[in-house]
C-alpha cells in the first residue's frame, strides 16, 4: 500500500470509528514520514546514495572546523611570538644594549 493511499484509509477509518488514540497516532506518524519523504525529495536526498552523501559531507564540514581551527591556534602563535620579539627588542634598547648591536 503506497503511503498517499495508508493516509487516506486511516483517514477513513478514523471518520468511520471516531478517531480513538491508536487511529490518531497512525495517522499522525504516517503524515510525519509523508512530509520527510517529500521533504527529502525536494532536497534531492531521497536516492540511495543519499547517507553516503551525508556523511561525506559531515566528515568534509569536521575536516574544515579542523583546519580552521589549526589556523587560528597558529595566528595566535605568531601573534605571541612577534609581540615577545617586540617587548625583548623593547628591553634591549631601554637597557642600553643598542650600542651592542654598532
Not at 532536497?43 to 559531507?57: F, H, N, V
Not at 569536521?62 to 609581540?83: C, L, N, P, Q, T
Request: no cysteine; aromatic share 4%.
Amino acid at each position: 500500500m503506497r503511503q498517499d493511499e495508508m493516509l487516506a484509509a486511516l483517514i477513513g477509518q478514523a471518520a468511520a470509528d471516531g478517531a480513538d488514540l491508536a487511529t490518531l497516532r497512525a495517522i499522525a506518524e504516517e503524515a510525519g514520514e509523508r512530509g520527510a519523504a517529500r521533504a527529502l525529495a525536494r532536497l534531492g536526498m531521497s536516492d540511495a546514495g543519499a547517507a553516503k552523501d551525508m556523511a561525506e559531507l559531515r566528515e568534509l564540514l569536521g575536516a574544515w572546523r579542523d583546519a580552521k581551527r589549526s589556523a587560528v591556534k597558529a595566528a595566535v602563535e605568531w601573534i605571541v611570538r612577534m609581540a615577545a620579539a617586540l617587548l625583548l627588542v623593547g628591553l634591549a634598547v631601554k637597557l642600553g644594549f643598542s650600542g651592542w648591536v654598532k
